[in-house]
C-alpha cells in the first residue's frame, strides 16, 4: 500500500495521502478542502486529529476507503508536551487553566518513575471535549453546552512513554499507543497521579502504523502538484 507523493492523481481509482495536518483545523476540515480540490464524494479520514494538534492525518479517496478501517487499527506514534501543575476542563490549550498547583517539589526521578507505570493496557475515560459521541452527538457539542454526560470508558494499549526533555513546568514526550487511546486524558492522568494536574500544550501525531510525518505533504503543496498536473 503506496501513498500518493507525485501530480498522477487517480483519485476516483483510489489514493491514499498523507496530509500534513495544520493547527486550528479539524480532520473533517481538511477532509472537506480536499474534496472541493479533487471534486470527489468518496473520501475520508482514516483517524481524527484533535482541532488543537498537528501532524499525520490519512485521507482515502475512491476504493481506497475501503482501507480505512485497517489504517485504523494501526498503532499510533505522538510527540506531546505536557504542562504540570495546571489544569483544564478540556485536558488542554483549547479551554482556559481552571486550576494551579504549586509544582516545586516535583523531581524528575518522580516524574520519570511516575509516567513509567503508564505503559501497558489502560482504562480511559474519553474527555468531553473530544469527537467521541454519545446519543448520537459528539462529546465537545455537550461540553460547549456545559453539559457533562455519561461516558463508558475505553480500554487501550500504551507501548512505549519516552520523556525527551524535562524543563518544568514542561515535560517533552513519545508516545506510541493502540487505536482508540486518548493522549490528552493519558496527561490528565498522569497530572493526577503527582498531584498537581497538567494539561497538554503542544501534540502532534508523527505516525500511523507504517506510515510516517516525514512522508506527508501540506495541503498547499498537495494544491500545487495538483494545478501543476
Not at 70 to 88: A, P
Request: contains cysteine; aromatic residues 6%; glycine residues 6%.
Amino acid at each position: 500500500m503506496k501513498p500518493a507523493h507525485s501530480h498522477e492523481f487517480n483519485v476516483h481509482e483510489g489514493v491514499v495521502f498523507l496530509v500534513r495536518k495544520p493547527l486550528d483545523w479539524t480532520s473533517f476540515d481538511v477532509v472537506n478542502k480536499m474534496r472541493s480540490i479533487f471534486h470527489i464524494e468518496k473520501i475520508g479520514h482514516a483517524g481524527t486529529l484533535d482541532r488543537n494538534a498537528s501532524g499525520l492525518l490519512i485521507i482515502c479517496t475512491g476504493k481506497k476507503t475501503k482501507e480505512i478501517s485497517s489504517i485504523q487499527q494501526s498503532e499510533k506514534e505522538y510527540d506531546v508536551t505536557m504542562r504540570l501543575g495546571e489544569r483544564t476542563e478540556s485536558y488542554d490549550a483549547d479551554t482556559p487553566v481552571i486550576e494551579r498547583k504549586d509544582i516545586s517539589s516535583l523531581s524528575e526521578r518522580k516524574i520519570e518513575s511516575v509516567v513509567s507505570t503508564f505503559v501497558g493496557w489502560r482504562s480511559q475515560m474519553p474527555p468531553m471535549w473530544s469527537a467521541g459521541k454519545v446519543a448520537g452527538r459528539r462529546l465537545h457539542a455537550y461540553a460547549r453546552e456545559g453539559t457533562e454526560v455519561e461516558r463508558t470508558p475505553r480500554e487501550g494499549f500504551i507501548k512505549s512513554i519516552d520523556i525527551q526533555d524535562i524543563t518544568l513546568p514542561d515535560v517533552e514526550m513519545t508516545v506510541v499507543c493502540s487505536k482508540g487511546m486518548y493522549v490528552r486524558s493519558l496527561v490528565h492522568d498522569i497530572g493526577n497521579e503527582l498531584g498537581v494536574g497538567a494539561h497538554v500544550v503542544s501534540l502532534t501525531r508523527s505516525r500511523i502504523g507504517e506510515f510516517r510525518l516525514a512522508d506527508a505533504v501540506t495541503l498547499d503543496e498537495l494544491i500545487q502538484k495538483v494545478y501543476r498536473n
